[in-house]
Nanobody, 121 residues
Framework: QVQLVESGGGLVQPGGSLRLSCAVS????????MGWYRQAPGKQRELVAA???????NYADSVKGRFTISRDNAKNTVYLQMNSLKPEDTAVYYC???????????????WGQGTQVTVSS
């Protein structure tokens, strides 16, 4: 079994910063891509940022230059540093990872429980 624990959400004023963390534990042989998605009320879930096992990254256009995704492979943890936050960044943020649980296993897709980010004055 694999568990994802997210932390770091909260209420912040426009222009402020937050750092999200997602720690992966359990039966892990390796972790492939790690990413963050978000879903605002009445909207579809969308990709915010992702990083591959090789360290390449990609971002939604709406967050480029403001958000930074990073990973600590030793800790099986992915981070999302969010700066210059805007009210339109308000959403539930979900961690998503691809986990290989043992040698020759295929990649399994796992989601975190979600953490609320609210940007408001």
């Amino acid at each position: 079994q694999v568990q994802l624990v997210e932390s770091g959400g909260g209420l912040v004023q426009p222009g402020g910063s937050l750092r999200l963390s997602c720690a992966v534990s359990g039966s892990i042989f390796s972790i492939n891509a790690m990413g963050w998605y978000r879903q605002a009320p009445g909207k579809q879930r969308e990709l915010v940022a992702a990083t591959s096992s090789a360290g390449s990254t990609n971002y939604a256009d709406s967050v480029k230059g403001r958000f930074t995704i990073s990973r600590d492979n030793a800790k099986n943890t992915v981070y999302l540093q969010m700066n210059s936050l805007k009210p339109e960044d308000t959403a539930v943020y979900y961690c998503n990872v691809g986990v290989v649980r043992y040698y020759n296993d295929y990649v399994h897709d796992y989601w975190g429980q979600g953490t609320q980010v609210t940007v408001s004055s």
